[in-house]
């Protein structure tokens, strides 16, 4: 069966940066609904599109092809007092973007005194990846995925 619209794709996958780094070993491999669904980078799922099992492929990712360009604006210096005791440099938290059409997550990168830098940017923001994958298994979706417009079962999403 071939990578077509409407299937299950499973990949066994590792993600670098251009010089080699590791970004993702793909210690799990990656399960998605083909066609469409926003499971996958759009330009990944176009490469893969009539692929057999045990084709393997490299598609090398610009930023704005992956996670986007980093946006300076999105890295914000907050007062202290608006923050809960307990923060550290990593944690995470959403609030909704100006224009209000999402949330942005964003990470504390630093506490200094009275201050705290929280960036909106994801952590891949501005980096070019190289996708490299093998496809290991390929099967229609059921309808209830189909419904959904994602995976289910033993690799996929489980409950709603």
Do not use: W
């Not at 970004?23 to 491999?29: A, L, W, Y």
């Not at 959904?148 to 996929?156: A, D, K, L, S, T």
Request: some cysteine; proline content about 4%; glycine content about 10%.
């Amino acid at each position: 069966m071939q990578v077509a619209k409407d299937t299950v794709v499973t990949l066994h996958y590792r993600v670098t940066d251009p010089d080699g780094n590791m970004i993702d070993d793909g210690h799990n491999p990656l399960v998605y609904l083909h066609g469409g669904y926003d499971g996958i980078f759009t330009r990944i799922e176009e490469a893969l599109q009539g692929k057999a099992v045990g084709e393997q492929l490299e598609v090398k990712l610009q930023p704005e092809d992956a996670f986007g360009e980093y946006d300076a604006d999105l890295v914000r210096v907050e007062s202290l007092a608006m923050f809960p005791e307990n923060i550290q440099v990593g944690m995470q938290f959403e609030r909704a973007a100006e224009d209000g059409d999402d949330e942005i997550i964003y990470t504390i990168t630093d506490i200094e005194g009275d201050k705290v830098v929280v960036d909106g940017n994801h952590p891949l923001a501005g980096t070019a990846l190289i996708f490299n994958c093998t496809v290991a298994e390929v099967r229609p979706a059921t309808a209830e995925e189909l419904t959904h417009g994602h995976v289910h079962g033993p690799e996929g999403h489980h409950h709603h």
